[in-house]
């Protein structure tokens, strides 16, 4: 049977080792070298291929783009394998998911990365799982947007010491505005918005001073 294709760390810790993407750089810090290896294609069908079969039956994507916290030694690494799979993704036209993930529950798929950030889809509903598991790998935080608005999915989560914060919007909210055909702008709150992303982003930044906002006790 062929084999697929899938992503391998190797742990360098000489620190006399280069880059393979900058020559003659020698780090001071362990090296995640990330390398494609063969393998039969019945071991991974929980992996790649898994993400191939939900990918090819499902419509709704749910879209994020993410930036991590840390130190520059690892956002340097995470940089690295995002960018490994985002070609090997384009290699396999597989969705791609670290080897370190423990569980089988998803993958990141049509990867990219640009200005600090790394921009990726997941299947229907957001995946904040694989982004935690990759923040406790390298030590970091991070600051997640995501939506999928055919689901009514419109949130944004931070994640910093092992802690959690997912704040997103309920399906009421989405019933708060309205297109009107006459003026052909969104109606919200009695003013009238060229989108519905700016309306939405309004209505999170209300939500998370609602949150914020201490309780005023009553007299």
Request: some cysteine; proline content about 5%; aromatic content about 12%.
């Amino acid at each position: 049977m062929q084999g697929m294709m899938v992503l391998s760390p190797t742990w360098e810790t000489n620190s006399q080792s280069t880059l393979h993407s900058m020559p003659g750089r020698s780090p001071s810090y362990p090296l995640t070298e990330y390398c494609l290896l063969e393998e039969p294609a019945e071991k991974n069908t929980t992996i790649s291929t898994k993400c191939t079969l939900m990918e090819n039956n499902i419509e709704n994507w749910c879209s994020h783009f993410v930036q991590f916290t840390g130190s520059p030694e690892s956002l340097k690494e995470i940089e690295w394998l995002f960018r490994a799979m985002s070609a090997l993704e384009k290699e396999t036209q597989q969705g791609q998911r670290p080897p370190f993930i423990k569980n089988n529950d998803g993958c990141f798929s049509n990867i990219d990365l640009f200005d600090k950030k790394v921009y990726f889809e997941t299947i229907a509903t957001p995946n904040i799982d694989l982004l935690t598991q990759v923040a406790d790998r390298f030590q970091t935080g991070f600051i997640l947007d995501y939506h999928e608005l055919g689901h009514s999915i419109f949130g944004e989560a931070t994640y910093d010491q092992g802690k959690i914060h997912d704040i997103r919007l309920d399906i009421e909210d989405f019933e708060k505005f309205n297109y009107d055909l006459e003026e052909q702008a969104y109606m919200f709150e009695g003013f009238y918005y060229d989108s519905d992303a700016e309306i939405l982003e309004i209505m999170l930044e209300m939500k998370k001073d609602q949150l914020n906002k201490p309780y005023s006790r009553r007299r």
